[in-house]
């Protein structure tokens, strides 16, 4: 496995750590249609919640929320249809970012940006 997909795997697992501490029922992981991944999908009372995690070791080149662009915004949105067809969902939607840094000989910094993008749906 390659360090950059263990500091990956371990913001995800941060990230999930910290939903379920805020009440949120994580209902899917790493959840895939084509080339489009969700990171977590959770229910947060009646709203419907996708989750894009970005973790890095660093800030060098902003934090780890800024490498999110139009066009993963636009796989995830796409994925969040597909996947709502599916389970036939009447719930509100929402897309948060979960940024988490890294960083050697620090405690993890969390940052979680609810509604971090409009979806359009």
């Given at each position: 496995?390659t ?5 990956g795997?371990r ?8 939903l ?9 992981t ?11 999908i ?11 995690v970005?973790t890095?070791?660093?800030d060098y080149f902003g ?5 999110i662009d139009?066009q993963?915004?636009?796989f995830?949105t ?15 939607v929402?897309?948060?970012v979960?940024s988490?840094?890294l960083a050697?000989?620090?405690p993890p910094?969390l940052?979680h940006i609810?509604?971090?993008f409009?979806h359009?749906?």
């Amino acid at each position: 496995m390659t360090l950059q997909k263990e500091i990956g795997d371990r913001g995800e697992k941060l990230a999930q750590e910290y939903l379920q501490k805020e009440g949120f029922l994580i209902l899917e992981t790493n959840w895939r249609y084509k080339r489009a991944e969700i990171d977590i999908i959770a229910k947060d009372a009646d709203t419907l919640v996708f989750v894009e995690v970005k973790t890095r070791s660093y800030d060098y080149f902003g934090s780890p929320d800024s490498f999110i662009d139009a066009q993963k915004e636009e796989f995830m949105t796409g994925a969040a249809h597909i996947y709502m067809e599916q389970i036939d969902h009447d719930w509100e939607v929402r897309f948060d970012v979960i940024s988490i840094l890294l960083a050697e000989r620090r405690p993890p910094e969390l940052s979680h940006i609810r509604g971090a993008f409009f979806h359009g749906l």
